[in-house]
């Protein structure tokens, strides 16, 4: 069982810089991959990035390449999501994800979900 607890998100104007960070829980944190989804109002849910369990593969969705970051530190057991040169279409309900199977782009593949932070982006 894992608990995953976000934090980092706001306001922030366009061009702008945020971090966002998912604590995690439990014993076995370093033997899940990890993901980053997001929604934004009237939207379905949307993959943003993901990580293997020790880090070395990451894989991103087009939108967000050479913009956003996704790193992991397994002593601390948190993931985090680095987004730079943020844009109004990066607004949404960010939510980490935990799998036990493997770094997907597929949400169905992933057992745990934290509640989600909030990113607005002005314009």
């Known amino acids: 069982q894992v608990q995953l607890v976000e934090s980092g998100g706001g306001l922030v104007q366009a061009g702008g810089s945020l971090r966002l960070s998912c604590a995690a829980s439990g014993r076995t944190f370093s033997s899940y991959a990890m993901g980053w989804f997001r929604q934004a109002p009237g939207k379905e849910r949307e993959f943003v990035t993901a990580?293997?369990?020790?880090?070395?593969?990451?894989y991103y969705t087009d939108s967000v390449k050479g913009r956003f970051t996704i790193s992991r530190d397994n002593e601390k057991k948190t993931v985090y999501l680095q987004m730079n040169s943020l844009n109004a279409e990066d607004t949404a309900v960010y939510y980490c994800a935990a799998s036990t199977q493997h770094y997907s782009s597929d949400y169905r593949e992933y057992d745990y979900w934290g509640q989600g932070t909030q990113v607005t982006v002005s314009s």
């Open positions: 990580i293997s369990w020790g880090g070395g593969s990451t």
